[in-house]
């Protein structure tokens, strides 16, 4: 879960107020209790993006708990320190370039490059020339973990400084998602 301390905060506020799901669920309009009950529980144990819980739903059971945005704010920002000061711990760690290749719809391979490469400007050459050799796949080359390069179908390559918020290839089967990372 990302937001540690912005949940733990979330739930010390509506413990001390001694707030159950099911009162947020009937200040709430809510006729099924449960259901409301069964999204708040999800996001205080996994986070919002786990939840099932829209955004606006989410400020309007801060609202019924009392929750001081500033301070929700100050946590927010905690979180995200920790998360970029971990991002840049992990950046700075040795890192073998690999490329992830789509072959065809829900299946992607992670292909590390040959050792006899050493910079990006090789591994990029590389990554390039292994697309238009094999029926111009697309593929994702990593360079580092904060350096991503997009060779598309067409040829085209896109730069993409990566950072811990940053989108990674994926593929989903129904609702599971199978991600692609630089880790």
């Given at each position: ?19 159950s799901y099911g009162d ?85 391979v992670k292909k590390y ?71």
């Open positions: 879960m990302r937001y540690n301390h912005t949940i733990a905060y979330i739930v010390h506020i509506r413990k001390s107020k001694r707030i947020i669920g009937s200040a709430l309009g809510y006729k099924n209790i449960n259901k409301i009950a069964n999204k708040i529980a999800k996001m205080e144990h996994f986070g919002l993006d786990e939840s099932g819980l829209s955004k606006e739903m989410f400020y309007r059971i801060l609202d019924v708990i009392g929750i001081d945005r500033d301070e929700l704010q100050k946590m927010v920002d905690l979180d995200n320190k920790i998360i970029h000061d971990k991002f840049e711990e992990e950046a700075a760690k040795p890192f073998d370039m690999f490329m992830i290749v789509r072959y065809m719809a829900a299946f992607y490059l040959p050792k006899e490469i050493k910079s990006a400007k090789e591994g990029l050459e590389y990554a390039k020339k292994f697309s238009r050799e094999n029926n111009n796949l697309k593929v994702w080359f990593y360079a580092s973990r904060k350096l991503m390069y997009i060779i598309d179908q067409d040829g085209s390559c896109r730069e993409q400084v990566l950072d811990p918020f940053t989108p990674q290839p994926f593929m989903q089967i129904g609702n599971k998602r199978f991600l692609f990372s630089a880790d």
